[in-house]
């Protein structure tokens, strides 16, 4: 066990992760010992297929599905978030806005629509709207302090894996929800490696996630949304 504080190099990830100390599920064996999933200092996570959206901010205008599909097809850039098939069919070929007149409110559960994005026709991200995404894997460890990045490849198409939340905890068990936002449309793919995961080692005694989270269990699974309004819960019943 290494002393101290610092960051795991790739090796080092190798053999926590062979020792049990990171668990990261599903994990490509012959990609972790080629190298391709490990970086010199951290290991490559990849994007799940189901996005979320806050449906009080958003507003919907209806479409041809087939011209929608077309249109994409041909490379026309306006304006498809999702050419995915579920989502065609539910809603005739919809596309998602942000809507300027309503708000989030952090005290409230914020309802949210959830969407899979097909894996040829990818999903596109607009400018102005938050996206909740998520990782394939699901990660935990009880040793280390996870902490998320997104890929320099990502970031230069000016596209933000997470707002803020890059920090896990020791004991958190599940994928990780994204907030992504992008400067420009952009498209992406399910599957494709979109972010990074560093190991930083702890200095002191570690108080374990598990016990503690709002976000365990099935609020680990998928893009969650925001749990904030818990704190205003906690705070009436302790008064």
Known sequence: ?????GILTGPEI???LFAGDIVIEPMDEENLQDGTLVNPASYDLTLGNKVAVYSNVMQVVFGNAIQARQAYKDGVPEPLDSVIYDAVVRSKGSCLYAHNERWLDSKRKNSTWEFTIDKEAGWLLKPGIGYLMH???RVTTDR???VLD???SIGRLFVTAHVTAGYGDPGFDGQYTLEVVSTHPVVVYPG???CQMRFHTAVGEVLNYKHRGHYTGQASMGPVPSMSWRQFEEQNGKG
Do not use: D, L, N, Q
């Open 150 to 152: 997104g890929k320099s």
């Open 1 to 5: 066990m290494i002393e101290g504080g």
């Open 14 to 16: 190798r053999r926590a």
């Open 144 to 146: 280390y302090i996870p």
């Open 135 to 137: 990782t394939v894997e």
């Open 192 to 194: 494709m490696r979109f």
